[in-house]
């Protein structure tokens, strides 16, 4: 979701994550649904000169989660990941805390010149909605798909070459 980047210090975000038991609630992410995940971040990236990188991560770094939100790990993790790096500046990252609750967007400043941080909002909304109601896999399948979709609008490519600039494969952070 596009927020306000400046974080304020927070002991129940840290206590939280110094709480959070990733067995109970990672469950859903299997060994099956990583690589249902995979293909859905390949099939988000046909037609289209974008790149989309999604990361699962079970909490914040107990270290920083005092001092960082969601929004500046999201940002701390699209620069760690390259994501920004892309020839045409079309990389989106999808960050999914899931201690928090919580979906980022980070989208590189090409496709951010063409997308509204409403449509991104939107986008993660209905993707936490999803969450909330246990289905996780299939909230973010959607929202690679919609995230696919944007990208093919602003950057279609009628002939897709094989030119995958970021890997497809989920990065789960415990």
Do not use: F, W
């Given at each position: 979701m596009v927020e306000d980047n400046a974080s304020n210090p927070s002991f129940a975000r840290w206590w939280r994550q110094v709480l959070f038991v990733p067995l109970l609630h990672s469950k859903w992410l299997t060994t099956e649904s990583k690589a249902r995940l995979t293909d859905a971040v390949t099939r988000a990236e046909r037609r289209h000169r974008g790149e989309v990188f999604l990361i699962v991560e079970n909490h914040l770094p107990i270290q920083?989660?005092?001092?960082?939100?969601?929004?500046?790990?999201?940002?701390d993790l699209f620069s760690e990941y390259r994501v920004w790096d892309t020839e045409e500046n079309t990389g989106v990252?999808?960050?999914?805390?899931?201690?928090?609750?919580?979906?980022?967007?980070?989208a590189d400043r090409g496709?951010?010149?063409?997308?509204s941080p409403t449509v991104w909002n939107a986008m993660c909304e209905?993707?936490?909605?999803?969450?909330?109601?246990?289905?996780?896999?299939?909230?973010?399948?959607?929202?690679?798909?919609e995230v696919g979709q944007v990208l093919r609008?602003?950057?279609h490519l009628e002939h897709?070459?094989?030119?995958?600039?970021?890997s497809d494969?989920?990065?789960f952070l415990k």
């Open positions: 920083e989660a005092y001092r960082m939100n969601c929004r500046e790990r999201a940002i990252l999808i960050y999914v805390n899931v201690c928090e609750r919580k979906l980022e967007i980070v496709i951010s010149a063409h997308v209905k993707a936490v909605s999803g969450i909330a109601t246990q289905k996780t896999e299939e909230s973010l399948a959607e929202l690679l798909d609008q602003y950057y897709d070459p094989e030119g995958n600039e970021l494969t989920v990065v």
